[in-house]
């Protein structure tokens, strides 16, 4: 495997279920993020994790619960989901330079197309 | 607030050139970023720029112009391949990306 895996790559559930996403990456970066992709808006920020500690949360509802075990592995576990939820969530890896103007360049997952019922 | 704008959806025939254009007003300027979106796939990282000036990498090329807040992707010898969603991102003062929405690019025949 290479680059950033996520699975599932669909999933439908509905709003009492409780599901996960895993993000997987074999770049050897230390920073990974979730985003949520909506049709036709920007891509939505959700959490920043750098060396497996949350630096960023950008407001996201309590019902999106993440977790990092390790620099490698990013979960996104969902429980009472709301329709306007559906969407792709896509997980991303960098190197982290905070401070720094460097490139960092996010390397991006095929995404999970998310429903919810 | 900070904003990125690009055209919705942009229409070119094979074989020709198109240009994509992004304006942004953000809270500091660290790079912008073009990446491409084939339908139901990862972006994937076409260019970075961060000075004035065009970078050209095979048939993309991308401009800045850090004055007028204004970059743009140019595709030249269009391939059906190159339909797909650009997205325009810029790397904030806190060095955040924000993200435009996309420019859905169709090539025919």
């Known amino acids: 495997e290479t680059g950033v895996t996520q699975t599932p790559r669909h999933l439908v559930m509905g709003m009492t279920n409780k599901k996960s996403l895993k993000c997987e990456q074999h770049l050897g970066h230390n920073a990974m993020y979730w985003y949520k992709q909506s049709a036709k808006k920007p891509l939505e920020l959700m959490f920043v994790y750098s060396l497996e500690e949350r630096v960023e949360n950008n407001s996201v509802p309590s019902r999106f619960s993440p977790e990092c075990p390790n620099s490698s592995h990013l979960f996104l576990h969902l429980h009472t989901l709301q329709p306007e939820d559906s969407a792709l969530y896509l997980c991303?890896?960098?190197?982290?330079?905070?401070?720094?103007?460097?490139?960092?360049?996010?390397?991006f997952g095929p995404g999970t197309r998310l429903t919810v019922l | 607030g900070q904003n990125i704008d690009q055209p919705t959806e942009m229409t070119a025939t094979e074989g020709a050139i198109v240009q994509i254009n992004c304006t942004y007003q953000?809270?500091?300027?660290?790079?912008l970023f073009w990446y491409q979106q084939h339908a139901g796939e990862a972006p994937t990282f076409l260019s970075y720029?961060?000075l004035d000036g065009l970078e050209e990498k095979g048939r993309f090329s991308s401009f800045l112009s850090r004055s007028k807040g204004y970059s743009y992707l140019l595709l030249k010898e269009l391939q059906m391949k190159d339909s797909a969603s650009y997205l325009c991102?810029?790397?904030?003062?806190?060095?955040?990306?924000?993200w435009g929405a996309g420019t859905k690019l169709i090539i025919k025949p």
């Open positions: 991303a890896s960098s190197p982290w330079t905070s401070g720094s103007p460097s490139t960092d360049t996010q390397y």
């Open positions: 991102a810029v790397k904030d003062s806190n060095y955040q990306l924000i």
């Open positions: 953000t809270s500091g300027f660290n790079g």
């Open positions: 720029n961060v």
